[in-house]
């Protein structure tokens, strides 16, 4: 698991910038949020000032540092070493603080209550043991705080579309990878006191996929997708979101 994803940190791809340099950085933010636009309306960014926050899985960081900003006392884990180096030179560019180490999110390496707001982005569903990790992180979390969580939706348009297209998914190659119904997903939370489910990422221009094939999704398909009222493809977002509190 650990050497698959030293040598698979998301997004590397799409930037052209020197690893470790601030252009390099900044472009991963920026895809990272066209990507994910809904991100900044879903997730606590900004909070009281020394608020004890824990990315789960916080690869390059790119989420790490908005929290930072946001006058967090943020901490980050990662089981890549390589993710974690690269997080500890993304907070020097920016001339922030966070603790960072690297863990495994199955295996916690914090006290009971440590953290008011724990954040697990598209971690759960590469682990070997979902109900220990969210189990961990509902250990780590203080009584009241908040939990966030995205996984994949089994039943999504990028699903239906990738089989259809013969495009493979990102990371099909890993060593785990796991999809969820709402339900499912929902089962794996029920420890908690309070989950809101929302379901998100709808198509974006893609930056990955040349050729014929990323033509016709970026000229057709995603204006036309996003063209349909949204009560009619909601269910099938690509990501499926939980919002919980202890």
């Known amino acids: 698991m650990r050497g698959y994803w030293d040598s698979h940190i998301h997004d590397l791809a799409i930037t052209q910038h020197a690893v470790g340099s601030p252009g390099f950085f900044a472009d991963l933010d920026q895809y990272h949020f066209e990507k994910l636009h809904h991100l900044p309306r879903l997730v606590e960014f900004t909070g009281p000032p020394g608020r004890r926050v824990l990315d789960v899985g916080c690869g390059t960081g790119v989420d790490l540092v908005h929290f930072a900003h946001g006058g967090a006392e943020a901490t980050g884990i990662d089981a890549s070493g390589a993710a974690i180096r690269l997080a500890a030179q993304n907070l020097a560019c920016q001339q922030l603080a966070a603790r960072l180490a690297i863990a495994d999110g199955e295996d916690l390496p914090f006290r009971n209550a440590s953290f008011d707001y724990v954040f697990a982005h598209g971690v759960v569903q590469y ?120």
């Not at 996929?209 to 000229?219: C, D, P, Q, S, V």
């Open 127 to 246: 682990t070997a043991d979902d109900v220990g990790l969210v189990a961990e992180c509902r250990r780590v979390l203080r009584p009241g705080g908040r939990a966030f969580f995205q996984v994949y939706n089994r039943i999504s348009w990028l699903n239906a579309l990738s089989k259809l297209m013969k495009v493979d998914l990102e990371h099909v190659d890993a060593p785990v990878i796991k999809t969820y119904t709402h339900a499912s997903f929902l089962r794996l939370l029920a420890g908690f006191r309070d989950v809101e489910l929302v379901t998100e990422r709808f198509p974006v221009r893609s930056r990955l996929h040349g050729g014929w094939k990323g033509a016709l999704f970026n000229g057709a398909f995603v204006g036309t997708f996003n063209a349909l009222p949204r009560r009619w493809v909601e269910r099938f977002g690509w990501h499926l979101i939980a919002i919980c509190t202890r």
